[in-house]
């Protein structure tokens, strides 16, 4: 869709809100209407700015004073919203992060589309480890900030994942959406909605490989120790499939990374 049609259905979205209309039935006309869903991302967005995280004040080679540290943008998409920051954490962060889950770590697992249970998967080949949320002093730190610099409540956040990919590890391409077509996401749905949104933190700087890659909008992020990278999955039930990324093979070393996922209510 073209910025000119876009504005267009946003303006068609102001006067049905004026209208009375609620963000619920346009949502549905556009889906009627054959509109993809990621347009209907955009203009729900658009008449409800506040109503999942997003990093305000974005731009290539701003610098985000965020209350306990300033993070500076390196690159970003608007649409869909993926963005890639500098020293979110300290080398000392990323050390501590590491060293609390060496004794923790087991062979990652993927949700099961029919059940929804966990299982071993030949796409995923990493070990992670969970912690819950507030677990540790730091934890509850890097949680902190990550609620600062989306501006999206602590409650809202899955507990922190720790991985670690040895050589040849990686993730094939995948959503970390639930699909609510599938049986298998109304269990997780249940336990705080969607997935709005993930932040990676890489913890360490692989020798070779590793990189986060988008392949439906063409962009990658590199795991440089300290760095993040944000990108949304959905908003609501309406999910965006160019959310769909890769965490490619480490081919030298390996990749320590942190992952935090963003929920639509307070994850229990």
Not at 13 to 35: F, K, L, P, Y
Not at 156 to 164: A, H
Not at 242 to 263: C, I, M, N, Q, Y
């Amino acid at each position: 869709m073209s910025t000119a049609d876009l504005l267009a259905l946003c303006q068609w979205a102001d006067e049905n809100r004026a209208r009375g209309c609620t963000t619920e039935s346009m949502i549905q006309a556009m889906r009627d209407s054959g509109h993809d869903d990621p347009t209907i991302i955009a203009v729900a967005r658009h008449l409800e700015p506040g109503s999942g995280p997003q990093i305000k004040g974005a731009g290539t080679e701003t610098t985000l004073a965020l209350p306990d540290r300033q993070v500076t943008v390196a690159s970003q998409l608007a649409d869909p919203e993926i963005v890639v920051l500098r020293d979110f954490l300290s080398a000392e962060e990323c050390a501590e992060l590491i060293e609390l889950a060496k004794s923790r770590l087991a062979r990652s697992t993927t949700v099961s589309r029919e059940t929804g249970e966990a299982q071993l998967h030949h796409a995923r080949t990493s070990d992670g480890a969970f912690f819950n949320r507030g677990e540790t002093q730091l934890i509850d730190k890097i949680e902190q900030r990550i609620a600062a610099l989306t501006g999206w409540p602590v409650e809202n956040g899955e507990g922190l994942q720790v991985l670690r990919y040895g050589i040849g590890g990686e993730y094939r391409p995948h959503f970390d959406y639930f699909d609510p077509a599938l049986p298998g996401s109304h269990t997780h749905l249940a336990r705080g909605g969607q997935r709005l949104g993930t932040l990676l933190m890489y913890l360490n700087t692989p020798e070779a490989g590793g990189h986060t890659s988008f392949p439906r909008v063409g962009m990658t992020a590199a795991p440089i120790a300290g760095h993040a990278c944000y990108f949304a999955s959905s908003w609501a039930d309406v999910i965006d499939p160019r959310s769909e990324h890769a965490s490619v093979p480490v081919t030298k070393g390996e990749k320590w990374v942190a992952t935090k996922w963003l929920r639509e209510r307070q994850f229990i």
